[in-house]
């Protein structure tokens, strides 16, 4: 840029020179015409060059680029040298791009580009044999136009796309599809797809068998419980020496019962898809329940308090809610030693009610929180067989909250204690006139 600007001034300087001198020797009319002719001169150099350049940008071929001379000689090549470099990295591009295309044709998964406006800007081949979108015929058309399912749109328009969504396949009728949409961008979308259906099935089949064996098991294990409690109850059946095996057989049978009873629960809840039988639920009389089964549990070894707002209500499954808020409570009583406190608490939260279990117990660290409600789960292994606890409790308490579109939150610091709370959302609350007592 500086070699230009000093070319212009030494040419402007160079006719003004000539100028001068033909004026010195003739006079100044000569002298101006041939300053204007020099300028009309250097005008059309430059205006035939120009030209040149607007020609070429009509078909921009670098190997037709005009050479130039004087001044455009430096501006071809500048822009010679400029499209080589655009030349280079739109090929880098265009190979980046290719590679993107066939790496993305080579994931099993269907994944689909959404604008703001839920059109299809991009979508990959295994979108066609999972969604049925085709890019060269459907690229610019809302989703909703070819993928009619009624809980995809749902899940669309929620614009609540933690979780993922499973449904059949409208393609085919036996395949099972997990859609999760990913907000990215300005407003844009990402709907990934898969075909889960030998998952599905091969989880249909875990549960089967867990749900079979469990009922199998029930019958001898019933039996073998009946036959030991009638021999205990027989005055000198059991000789005195035996009496600690035969306590422990009886331990050990009733623990077996009760894992094969959660078994049984747990499995019921993860087949049904049919929503819980619901009603509106005595919320107090529930929780008085709940805290007499609390206090027999713990046969005076703990301080069990109730604080309960008995403004609230809730709908949902008497059954199952009580299973879920047993289960907290006697968690917190088998993890909190003798002489700990336990508080029940049930009230409002903004515009969420919440049920929270309150221990003075061991507490949790922080690493197993996350897994607390994975089926077998333990902290400790050796104190969960002395408590009896079966590492089902929990699971169990997910499904049916889930089942109710409610979440169990857990806060814990080792060796402090623990608080487990049900948040259960609005539309499950029943908000009451409580009759104030009269002075």
């Not at 060269?136 to 009624?150: A, E, F, N, S, W």
Request: net charge neutral.
């Amino acid at each position: 840029m500086q070699d230009v600007r000093w070319k212009v001034l030494w040419l402007g300087f160079t006719l003004l020179l000539a100028s001068l001198i033909v004026w010195a020797l003739t006079d100044k009319v000569i002298a101006l015409v041939f300053l204007c002719t020099g300028l009309i001169a250097y005008l059309y150099n430059h205006l035939y060059w120009l030209n040149k350049l607007l020609n070429w940008y009509k078909d921009p071929d670098i190997s037709t680029m005009p050479i130039g001379s004087g001044l455009w000689e430096n501006v071809f090549a500048a822009i010679y040298h400029e499209q080589r470099r655009h030349s280079r990295a739109l090929n880098q591009l265009n190979s980046t791009l290719e590679k993107f295309r066939l790496a993305s044709s080579a994931i099993p998964d269907a994944v689909v580009l959404l604008n703001a406006s839920n059109q299809i800007e991009w979508s990959n081949y295994p979108a066609q044999t999972l969604l049925g979108i085709d890019l060269k015929k459907d690229m610019g058309q809302p989703i909703v136009y070819l993928v009619r399912h009624l809980d995809f749109i749902k899940y669309l328009n929620s614009h609540a796309f933690k979780d993922h969504i499973k449904v059949k396949s409208w393609i085919n009728q036996e395949s099972t599809l997990e859609i999760q949409i990913i907000p990215f961008g300005n407003n844009q979308k990402l709907v990934v797809c898969k075909d889960v259906s030998q998952v599905d099935k091969l989880e249909h089949m875990r549960r089967d068998f867990i749900a079979n064996v469990s009922h199998e098991l029930r019958t001898p294990l019933t039996v073998v419980g009946g036959f030991l409690e009638t021999l205990g109850d027989i005055k000198g059946a059991v000789p005195e020496h035996i009496q600690n095996y035969f306590s422990m057989m009886q331990d050990q049978t009733n623990r077996m019962r009760y894992l094969i009873e959660d078994l049984l629960a747990l499995s019921q809840l993860e087949s049904s898809a049919n929503a819980p039988e619901e009603s509106e639920i005595d919320i107090s009389a529930l929780l008085t329940m709940v805290l007499n089964e609390a206090k027999t549990l713990s046969k005076g070894r703990h301080e069990i308090t109730l604080h309960a707002d008995p403004s609230i209500d809730l709908i949902g499954s008497p059954q199952e809610f009580h299973s879920a808020f047993g289960n907290l409570v006697s968690n917190a009583i088998r993890y909190t030693p003798d002489g700990g406190e336990i508080s029940l608490n049930w009230k409002m939260r903004g515009q969420d009610a919440v049920f929270s279990v309150v221990d003075t117990g061991l507490g949790i660290e922080q690493k197993h929180i996350d897994r607390l409600t994975e089926r077998f789960y333990r902290v400790d292994r050796s104190r969960s067989r002395q408590t009896g606890g079966t590492g089902l409790g929990l699971s169990i308490v997910k499904h049916i909250l889930t089942r109710h579109q409610s979440r169990l939150e857990i806060e814990s610091e080792f060796g402090k204690g623990s608080t487990f709370s049900v948040v259960l959302p609005k539309s499950r609350i029943i908000q009451k006139k409580v009759p104030q007592p009269t002075a």
